[in-house]
């Protein structure tokens, strides 16, 4: 697939900008002091602080809606493989020979009249086989015989 590829590469990608960003930002602790005292002066600190608030509310919805993004990727790529999963674990498998197609395997085989009539003699019917036993009786002859079917 061709999608699996790229989103993994945009998520190293962007797992580089951030570790880039942070190694940048903890690298000299001086300058952020240096850009609040400046906003301070500028704005004055109950403004400074407000400003500082909604930026810092405005990067937590960022860094959120990457991760919800991610969270719903994840999910939907989930979602899709286990989709095929089930649906190639109920359309059977690949029944090699002449007339070679995809089929179910079927878990019981067929039990023919015979068999089951054989089966019914004996006394050994599996529960979900009961044959519907039709009998004929063309008149009131006692030399005629029974016409029994299974």
């Not at 959120?64 to 790529?77: D, I, Q, R, T």
């Amino acid at each position: 697939m061709k999608t699996d590829g790229t989103l993994i590469l945009f998520v190293l990608l962007l797992l580089a900008v951030i570790g880039f960003a942070f190694v940048l930002g903890n690298a000299d602790p001086i300058a952020p002091a240096v850009a609040q005292g400046q906003t301070q002066l500028l704005f004055g600190h109950q403004a400074a602080s407000w400003i500082e608030g909604g930026l810092g509310l405005i990067f937590k919805l960022a860094i959120g809606s990457v991760f919800a993004g991610f969270g719903f990727a994840l999910f939907n790529e989930m979602r899709k493989a286990y989709s095929l999963w089930k649906r190639n674990a109920q359309s059977g498998r690949w029944q090699p020979g002449p007339n070679a197609n995809w089929q179910r395997s079927s878990s019981t085989p067929k039990l023919s009249k015979q068999d089951l009539m054989l089966l019914a003699l004996s006394g050994r019917l599996p529960q979900g086989e009961r044959p519907s036993v039709q009998v004929s009786q063309e008149g009131h002859q006692e030399e005629s015989e029974l016409d029994i079917r299974l």
